[in-house]
């Protein structure tokens, strides 16, 4: 139900921004994005939305155990080829995204709304599609999804397809050109607990990151970097240039470890 000529001059002051992405890992593009997006909108509004391990990762999990257990180390390699494809693209899972987040990047999990200084990472299996229930999100305990007018979904150009598919018919998207824009958006939905869904979803494009050639910053090419280095100071220098300058081996010692098992060995 539309709401827009009751209150097509009511500001929305009550709005979240979900940060979705696969972040495999969380590197320091997206640091800088997250940044971008509290100095813009606020703390106690950001919350990043990601995913564990998909079901057909967790398939090819199995199956490579099962295969390394039935067939030894002998046949295990051709056998296992396109399940070790379907790990490299996805290696993480949330708890290890969640730990690179938090150890490495000092985002804070353990956030409500009124926490103005800390961020809520939130387990999502379709990133993508984090507006169809707030309440799936969040949970039915938290207050402020009755009060939420509009949501913004922050993410990189070349997701908006993602976006796109994801919405389909349930929600229409509108841009949000500029952060500014918040102090005028229209409030298209009065959610109740039970209809927490948005009728209008914003999209807000967060500038990219560039590396040091004038390339977009890439998960992909993180991971790529990090499987051919092949001694323990080239991985820590490739660390140390996609996912952030301060990472220390000393006290990032059991990050390093899963950074380089989980993504060197897919």
Known sequence: M???VLLENKRAADYVVLYPGRFQPFHYGHK??????????????????????????QSAQQKLKAAKLVHGTAGYSQLAKGHKEQLAKNPMGFDDKLEVMTGVHGIRHDHTP?????????????????????????????????TTKAVIVAIGEKDLTRLQNSAGARSTLMQLKSPEQVNSLQVYHDPTPNNPKPDVVYYYFVPNVMDDQGGIRSGTDFRNDLRQAETKSSKLDIIKQ????????????????KLTQKIGDA
């Open 2 to 4: 539309l709401y827009s």
């Open 32 to 57: 800088s994005s997250y940044d971008h997006l509290v100095d813009q909108f606020g703390s106690d509004k950001v919350f990043i939305i990601t995913a564990g391990f998909s079901k057909a990762v």
């Open 242 to 257: 996609h996912v952030s300058p301060d990472f220390d081996i000393h006290r990032h010692k059991d990050i390093f470890t």
């Open 114 to 146: 009124e926490d103005n200084d800390k961020l809520n990472v939130v387990h999502k299996s379709n990133p993508y599609q984090p507006f169809n229930n707030l309440t799936d999100i969040f949970g039915e305990d938290a207050d402020f999804i009755s």
